[in-house]
């Protein structure tokens, strides 16, 4: 298990599964790349659900096309295409840049994909839907990110001044299907 996922885990226990986690194997074929460790660690602990009422880690299978893993990389890629052909500035080229959580506002968290065979050495970067030439890079995992913004050590300036919730514990509520 993930270091950063166990910190999540005793930050907010995971819920109970209600459904069985993803097969892997197939869901790495369909996306055509391998995915970090902690992610998988991630979704197979908590499965689908919102952090605070804001934040969705993309899953595969979601009913919810927006926040289905397999929906939600093309659908992100296809915007990514859109305004680097306007000649917008991203942290990396387009095919190396994937969605992995949204939040209500519109705004995009994506692995950086870099270096492409070494999925457990990707990092994060941030784009808020308001400006999108605003990129916020967190060197760390999704579950080192996570960790880090649900306990205020690392402020993402897209995010709004009261994600996580102030003053209380971080909130992990699942999506019930």
């Known amino acids: 298990m993930n270091r950063y996922v166990e910190r999540l885990a005793r930050m907010m226990p995971p819920p109970p599964r209600?459904?069985?986690?993803?097969?892997?194997?197939?869901?790495?074929?369909?996306?055509?790349?391998?995915?970090?460790?902690?992610?998988?660690?991630?979704?197979?602990?908590?499965?689908?659900?919102?952090?605070?009422?804001?934040?969705?880690?993309?899953?595969?299978?979601?009913?919810?096309?927006?926040?289905?893993?397999?929906?939600?990389?093309?659908?992100?890629a296809e915007t990514l295409r859109a305004y680097a052909s306007s000649g917008e500035a991203l942290p990396a080229p387009v095919d190396g840049l994937t969605a992995v959580a949204l939040t209500d506002n519109g705004d995009t968290v994506y692995w950086v994909r870099e270096p492409g065979d070494a999925p457990d050495r990707w990092r994060i970067a941030v784009n808020g839907a308001r400006d999108f030439d605003e990129w916020h890079l967190f060197d760390g995992c999704l579950a080192h990110f996570l960790v880090a913004v649900l306990n205020r050590e690392s402020v993402v300036p897209a995010f709004p001044d009261d994600f996580p919730y102030p003053d209380v514990a971080p909130i992990f509520t699942p999506y019930g299907y």
């Open 18 to 76: 209600s459904s069985a986690p993803p097969n892997w194997p197939a869901v790495e074929r369909s996306l055509g790349f391998a995915l970090p460790g902690d992610y998988t660690d991630f979704v197979d602990r908590y499965g689908p659900g919102r952090f605070d009422d804001f934040l969705a880690v993309l899953a595969p299978g979601h009913p919810v096309p927006r926040l289905d893993l397999a929906h939600g990389v093309p659908e992100a």
